[in-house]
């Protein structure tokens, strides 16, 4: 199943057996989310809902979909009779081309007048997204425009003011501006995708006279893997960690068998050109923010060694984790998961191996597997269009997210050397800010939120907006938490949110990112909320715990947190009761809080 | 492949676009005769056959076909294969 959704896309085999396929996918997944999802589309969307649901249980969500009827996607935004307000859609995916804009630029018109047509084209969009935002506060995914058909002007259409080539070109600038300043507006690219795809064949004009379907038919399965891209990003389902086999991936060559002078990675041919050029892909992706590990077939010192070699992009230190023997790789990726403290199924795993990409693919199923053949000049294609590190926007985190796991390593190798665990623990001179969420950090707060599985008792979601209008709601109490000590700032690394009903504060949000795992951060975020609820006059605390696949390590957070049970049950999950009315003793006794 | 006939062919597509084994074809059948057979289902089947058969129809070749037996004939001129 999996090379259907791995590029290159088995176009023809997905438009063909999509039904069985669908098929396969519900019955293969279980813990699959539900999302509202409208298509309000400029043209027939029938297919790119089909492919798009696809994608979605693919990357395990399952999409209830709204369609707009043929054109109507202003009407239906526009006016609130339509169905979709009923519908109460979580993402909507509007699906313009280049054949729903209104008017080009008639060849003697003035500047002035263009750029008139231009804004009104601009205020028809915006408006949109402005009474999206108003009246559903949902991400909205934008298809910009793709370059147009033909050029009644030839070359002079790309710079000439009355030219399609660049009104559009100008039309997806704007566009790009808007998508910087609005919260909850994605684009999906279309421009680059319809080059990527070949203008040439994207342009089929019997598609679109037949059945009114803007592009060729084999594009939509491209398009919809685009627009899931996306979604997956938006609900933190992004990958996280790149695992690299060595031999024949990152350099040519073996290089326990050629020895340093014998690899290929460098300028000398074509070959360890294509290897350097994969080299620094590999180090971009890691300054972007996705993590790097090793698993080779090696001895470690020969692994090691293989990245002294001069020519070499990527030095040892580039790694979160290091793990080179003679193992079973599965074996040797759990052990990175582990070190790493991320889920399996955020691992992409790379080797030129097909035999070991079978085995890893028959044992950890939840490990993506490109299938990356044994061309090193394709390797970058094969993992940039499979949009498997796709993120929705860049985070000060994630820049520096590699040098958490480094300093990570650093604090490993100092626990060794002190006689107990608490004594490492206070002299790792550990600080922490605790305070409500606060626009600056609602980004990373709500990336945090949506992308924790493991250390998360009721694994809620949010859309960047809801997380917005939480920080401000007076019922509510909410915090995040940031945590520093000697070896470095480790960002903000957890999330808390309540609440009240009455004299009690209900816990809807408490989850903390694994890299800060057993030092105490949990006790500290406590205490605060604690103070805030007894400021507030509160009597008590609820807290909830829902089990999913991934979160089993805190089903007994309460109870070592001094809660007790609730016995009156609840769907799914437990509850818990701390009474703040008495002495509520503090819980964190290693991290000094600020402010 | 090669030995199949190419309504034979055109019967996997169908079962294939549709997901229904059951499917066969006669030059007789219409799209009154399957229940999936729907407009939309129809767009995948042209595009699915055209992959089959590696040809391209064009915009006369798609609308006045009324059966199976006519949609056969246009592959056979197309491709030049002996039904």
């Known amino acids: 199943m999996t090379n259907y959704f791995t590029y290159p896309l088995n176009t023809t085999g997905l438009l063909r057996k999509k039904r069985a396929l669908r098929r396969d996918l519900l019955s293969n997944r279980k813990d699959l989310d539900d999302k509202r999802i409208a298509i309000l589309g400029g043209s027939t969307t029938a297919e790119v809902r089909d492919m798009l649901e696809l994608f979605l249980l693919h990357a395990g969500i399952r999409p209830v979909f709204y369609e707009s009827e043929y054109n109507r996607y202003f009407e239906d935004v526009m006016f609130p009779e339509s169905g979709l307000k009923d519908f109460r859609p979580e993402i909507i995916h509007i699906h313009t081309t280049n054949l729903n804009i209104r008017r080009f630029p008639a060849l003697n018109e003035s500047c002035e ?117 996306i979604i997956r990003s938006i609900y933190g389902k992004a990958k996280k960690c790149l695992v690299l086999d060595l031999d024949n991936t990152l350099w040519g060559g ?194 945090l939120t949506n992308k924790t599985n493991q250390f998360n008792l009721t694994t809620r979601r949010y859309t960047l907006a809801e997380m917005a209008a939480m920080s401000c709601d007076q019922n509510r109490i909410t915090l995040y938490g940031r945590l520093r000590d000697r070896f470095g700032d480790n960002g903000i690394v957890s999330v808390m949110a309540g609440i009240i009903k009455e004299t009690e504060l209900h816990i809807e949000l408490w989850l903390m990112s694994c890299r800060v795992l057993k030092r105490g951060m949990e006790a500290a975020m406590l205490d605060s909320l604690v103070e805030r609820a007894k400021t507030r006059n509160l009597s008590g605390i609820v807290g909830y715990y829902y089990p999913t696949a991934k979160n089993g390590m805190v089903k007994d957070l309460y109870a070592e ?35 | 492949m090669k030995n199949l006939s190419i309504q034979e062919r055109m019967s996997e597509v169908f079962r294939d676009v549709l997901d229904n084994d059951a499917i066969i074809l006669t030059r007789e059948t219409t799209a009154d005769d399957i229940e999936e057979w729907d407009s939309l289902s129809h767009i995948t089947i042209i595009v699915a056959i055209e992959k089959e058969f590696n040809v391209k129809f064009n915009l006369s070749d798609i609308k006045p076909l009324r059966n199976i037996g006519e949609f056969e004939d246009l592959i056979v001129l197309k491709t030049g294969i002996k039904g």
């Open chain 1, 113 to 229: 007048a263009i750029e008139e047509l231009l804004a009104d084209e601009m205020n028809r969009f915006s408006g949109l997204w402005e009474r999206i935002e108003q009246d559903y506060g949902c991400p909205v995914i934008q298809n910009n425009f793709e370059l147009p058909h033909y050029r009644l002007m030839g070359n002079l259409d790309a710079y000439d003011r009355h030219g399609r080539t660049t009104f559009i070109s100008m039309l997806n600038h704007r566009f790009a501006e808007e998508a910087r300043k609005r919260k909850n507006l994605y684009l999906n690219d279309i421009n680059y995708l319809s080059a990527w795809f070949g203008l040439e064949r994207w342009h089929d004009r019997l598609f679109w006279h037949s059945y009114k379907y803007a592009m060729n038919y084999e594009a939509i399965p491209l398009l919809a893997d685009s627009i899931a891209s």
């Open chain 1, 254 to 447: 073996v290089i326990g068998d050629d020895g340093l002078q014998g690899i290929r990675i460098g300028k000398e041919t074509p070959e360890a050109e294509a290897y350097t050029e994969f080299q620094r892909y590999v180090r971009e992706l890691k300054e972007r923010g996705v993590l790097l590990a090793v698993c080779s077939k090696n001895d470690e010192a020969n692994a090691r060694e293989g990245f002294t070699h001069p020519d070499s992009i990527l030095s040892a230190d580039d790694f979160a984790a290091f793990i080179a023997n003679w193992d079973p790789k599965h074996e040797n990726i759990l052990r990175i998961a582990e070190t790493l403290n991320i889920g399996i199924d955020s691992l992409v795993f790379v080797d030129d191996n097909p035999v070991e990409r079978e085995i890893v693919r028959a044992q950890l199923a939840e490990v993506t597997v490109p299938e990356l053949g044994s061309d090193i000049v394709k390797y970058i294609d094969i993992l940039d269009k499979t949009g498997l590190f796709e993120t929705v926007s860049l985070s000060a985190d994630d820049l520096q997210r590699n040098m958490f796991y480094v300093a990570n390593t650093e604090r490993a190798k100092q626990q060794e050397q002190f006689a107990s665990y608490d004594d490492f623990l206070r002299s790792l001179d550990m600080v922490a800010e605790i305070a409500p969420f606060s626009t600056l950090y609602l980004d990373r707060i709500a990336q």
């Open chain 1, 561 to 595: 947190m001094g809660f007790r049970q609730l016995t009156d049950t609840i769907d799914i999950g437990t509850a818990w009761y701390l009474d703040i009315s008495e002495n509520c003793s503090k819980k964190n006794t290693f991290i000094t809080v600020t402010p």
